[in-house]
């Protein structure tokens, strides 16, 4: 020990130094460690603590320490560069004002918030942890947007809205006359509902000369067209029918419509027609199907596009006998009762007409509204009144003739419906259809009991059936006749197929001879096909019409005659 050293004490000393009775003398404590001057340190632990919420200069390229999350994703402000003028670096502007940053809010979230804000007076905070605005209300909403209203809270607010905006308005005329005007603030506060909601009176001014003019134009052409619907609706073209031949009965007393007495009875044996023998011209515009008086073919029915229906003599003179006017627009389809006194006209004007074939009376009109595509009688001698038409809208229409009311609808097809042909006995009857299928129908039962359709099946516009009722004759638009069987089964018969024709995009009919030994047909370019029955052979053609021979049809009692039509306006006799 030094000298220098102060004494050691021993520990009951020590106790009794720390009494309160003893106070000894301290000594001062010394270290022998150089001085340290923590000026610097105590800078730099501020400095670093500081720099943990301070964000990033965005000039700088390098990062000289691990930034967190929050330091990384702080938005740019301040003067943070020290030489740009407003505090971002040049690399850094996007924008005229300095740098401008994209909300990380979608704007759905954002339109809801702030039209929620708008109407309620509280939003949700953009962290989506908090709540801004009106609290009461908000509690009271459930912090419910104006987007999930729920729809009964909906319903109830509209009603109220417009109760009370309704007694409000009342309200308001009745107190203070001087808010008159829609477009001022006071009026929108008072009101509270659109200033659309309802129709305003608007003073009108005086008119100028031009809009006189046009206003007066314009009350014209509308008088007009009321009164062409009205004609339209009340009376399609007052039907009436002009008589061309001689006398309508001869010294005898019969009616010019009888058959002749020297007509044979049937057409055992027929033969392909070589010459054309006559031609009827009267209609203005193409015909679009003709039809032989039943059983004795002496008189020649014709639809004409010219919106007028034609009756010709076929035996004696070959004139126009009758024209039958009370279609506004085209003819599309004709049909002969049994006994030929009576038929069916349906026209493009929407209507069904049953005409008297001697007196050219119309006995009654039908229409559904919607276009005949074609018009049959039930071919049974009891059923004669009852009357099938083939509407536009898919649907087959069944009408008493007697009474004047639809008594069944077929409805199942997807497209137009273009024929009806009736087959086993008329018990049951097919239908064609722009739906590229047929469908078998039970007479007076609207479910179908057979559907034909194939992938390779094309619309069928034109179906016939054969004399012997086996088959039925199918023109398919794909260029070709398909022969169909009547039996239960319905079925294909993929022997018999006749082609070589071009009746693609035009509804030409298909026809057979009396004896059922030929099929005929139209043809887009004006030709009549003739083809074997058994042999599926072509057998002859005849360049009939300039146009398109849209229909053919064989003499019920003449072995060799035929009757074509065309777009033309001639019908010719071969």
Known sequence: MGASDPPALVPEEAEASSSPDSSPRRLPAKSSAPRVDDTTLALAAAESSRSLHRPLDPGQHAVGFNPTYDQLWTPIYGPAHPFA???VAQGMRNHKLGFVEDASIQPFLFDEQYNTFHKYGYATDPSGLSFVGDIETLTKNQALSVYNMPQQEQKRRRLQMKT??????AESGAADPEVQNPATNEWLLKNKISPWSGKMDVVQGELTEEQKKYAEEYAEKKAEKERGEGRGDKAE???KSTFHGKEERDYQGRSWIAPPKDAKAKNDHCYIPKRWVHTWSGHTKGVAAIRFFPKHGHLLLSAGMDSKVKIWDVFNSGKCMRTYMGHSKAVRDICFSNDGTKFLSAGYDKHIKYWDTETGKV?????????????KLNPDEDKQSILLAGMSDKKIVQWDMNSGAITQEYDQHLGAVNTITFVDNNRRFVTSSDDKSLRVWEFGIPVVI??????????????SLHPNSNWLAAQSLDNQILIYSTKERFQLNKKKRFAGHIIAGYACQVNFSPDGRFVMSGDGEGKCWFWD??????????????????GCEWHPLEQSKVATCGWDGMIKYW
């Not at 006995?363 to 018009?375: A, C, D, E, L, R």
């Not at 599926?536 to 019409?545: A, G, M």
């Open 533 to 550: 029955w058994k042999s599926c052979k072509v057998f002859r053609t005849l360049k009939c019409h300039e146009g398109v021979c849209i």
């Open 85 to 87: 003028k407003d505090g």
């Open 450 to 463: 057979k559907y034909i359709s194939e992938p390779h099946m094309h619309s069928m516009p034109s179906i």
């Open 237 to 239: 073209h007052a039907d």
């Open 363 to 375: 006995i009654s009109t039908f229409s559904t509204g919607k276009i005949p595509y074609v018009v």
């Open 164 to 169: 009370s905006g309704g007694a409000e308005e």
